[in-house]
């Protein structure tokens, strides 16, 4: 398990989106999405501002770092 934890899939789901709607907003694969959710995948920085910024928050926001 990655230490970074996130909040992208209730963001998502409460904007109604699907993984490939998110991943096709961002320039990412639905797959790279789940994993991202699923804490398989620490996404790139630049991917995390993406997603951030995509639903109006903040990166601490979103994404959490855990020791």
Same mark, same amino acid.
């Given at each position: 398990?990655?230490? &970074? %934890? *996130? *909040? $992208?899939? $209730?963001? /998502? #789901? %409460? /904007?109604?989106?699907? +993984?490939? !709607?998110? =991943? @096709? %907003? &961002? =320039?990412?694969? /639905?797959?790279?999405? @789940?994993? &991202?959710?699923?804490? /398989?995948?620490?996404?790139?920085? #630049? @991917? @995390?501002?993406?997603? %951030?910024?995509?639903? =109006?928050?903040? &990166? !601490? +926001?979103?994404? +959490?770092? #855990? #020791?």
């Amino acid at each position: 398990m990655f230490p &970074i %934890a *996130n *909040n $992208v899939r $209730v963001e /998502r #789901e %409460a /904007r109604n989106m699907t +993984q490939s !709607d998110l =991943g @096709a %907003a &961002i =320039g990412l694969t /639905r797959q790279t999405v @789940a994993a &991202i959710e699923q804490r /398989r995948y620490s996404p790139s920085l #630049e @991917a @995390a501002f993406r997603i %951030a910024r995509l639903f =109006g928050l903040g &990166i !601490d +926001q979103l994404f +959490q770092w #855990e #020791e």
